[in-house]
């Protein structure tokens, strides 16, 4: 008995790219069941699928089942996605795209940015409440030894000094990475949203040509 | 919202507006774009859902209550006639402008 089911782990920024695999899949037979980045797949017919996505969040359930209302009375079946939407056409020979012109088409990468943006001022809110909460901060990060509590440790010499030293590291380790976690987030979150930006800039650049 | 920001109106906007000087759901103003305009404008559902909620947003057009909770229905607005109009002069204008120039 063959597989019924397939799971793939996959990162996408970009919409277009993504659109593509997904698509590829179903015309190998793999229908979408779940979006990434742990992408989950259904058997289905070979051949011939219009996927195509969106990119919403909804802040109510209401809100998201009137969407996915309209979407399916306008002929798209909502397939996977509950930020990324993955819709699946059900009769491709009248319209098989979701976006009829450039710039609500690109508009998608601005609703990423944005709740990409939300992501970032979380993980600075945290940055500044692990430092104020806790006594240190990013700049602890360039001086790990205040990680270290025991008093008067730096001044231990021998036998005393590993005691005190390798007892305390696991804690001091701790310390550390609660400290980096948040600074280090925001960083790529904040890498993320400039590689979405350049991918908007791109998308609608298209337009003109 | 400024008056100079919102025109001259997109096709798109001033197309839906049209459609909704009558109280439409999502799906119905998508067919009267369609039978408005003689098949000539077709127009995506992501790019409707999308201006809808601009619309609002800019008050141009408004939310009516409905039977159907998951049909939202929508109306023009009084300010939204008004934009509307104010770009069919400004187009008249301008095609009278080719009508003499041409």
Do not use: C
């Not at chain 1, 690109?106 to 500044?128: D, P």
């Not at chain 1, 010499?157 to 609660?178: N, S």
């Amino acid at each position: 008995m063959s597989k019924n089911t397939l799971t793939k782990l996959r990162a996408f920024l970009d919409l277009d790219a993504e659109e593509a695999w997904i698509n590829r899949m179903a015309s190998d037979g793999w229908l979408i069941t779940k979006g990434g980045p742990i992408y989950r797949f259904a058997r289905t017919e070979p051949g011939h699928h219009v996927i195509r996505l969106d990119y919403r969040k909804h802040d109510r359930r209401a809100n998201r089942e009137e969407y996915l209302q309209f979407m399916a009375d306008s002929g798209w079946r909502h397939l996977a996605g509950k930020s990324k939407q993955y819709f699946e056409s059900t009769q491709p020979e009248i319209g098989s795209e979701l976006f009829s012109d450039q710039e609500s088409r690109s508009q998608r990468y601005l609703r990423m940015i944005k709740a990409f943006g939300a992501i970032l001022l979380w993980f600075l809110y945290f940055t500044w409440l692990t430092g104020r909460g806790a006594g240190y901060s990013v700049s602890t990060l360039l001086n790990p030894r205040d990680f270290f509590l025991t008093p008067g440790l730096w001044q231990m010499q021998g036998f005393e000094f590993q005691r005190h030293f390798y007892f305390e590291l696991p804690f001091a380790m701790l310390r550390g990475l609660g400290a980096a976690m948040w600074p280090i987030g925001a960083v790529i979150v904040g890498i993320l949203i400039v590689r979405i930006a350049l991918l908007r800039r791109a998308s609608n650049q298209t337009t003109d040509a | 919202m400024n008056r100079s920001k919102l025109l001259p109106l997109t096709e798109t906007v001033y197309t839906i507006l049209l459609t909704l000087t009558e109280p439409a759901h999502g799906y119905a103003i998508l067919q009267r774009v369609h039978e408005l305009s003689d098949g000539d404008i077709r127009m995506a559902a992501g790019t409707l859902y999308g201006a809808l909620e601009t619309l609002v947003k800019n008050k141009l057009i408004e939310r009516v209550d409905s039977d159907d909770p998951r049909r939202k229905v929508y109306v023009i607005s009084d300010y939204g006639r008004e934009i509307l109009r104010a770009d069919t002069e400004r187009m008249r204008r301008m095609i009278s402008l080719a009508d003499r120039e041409l």
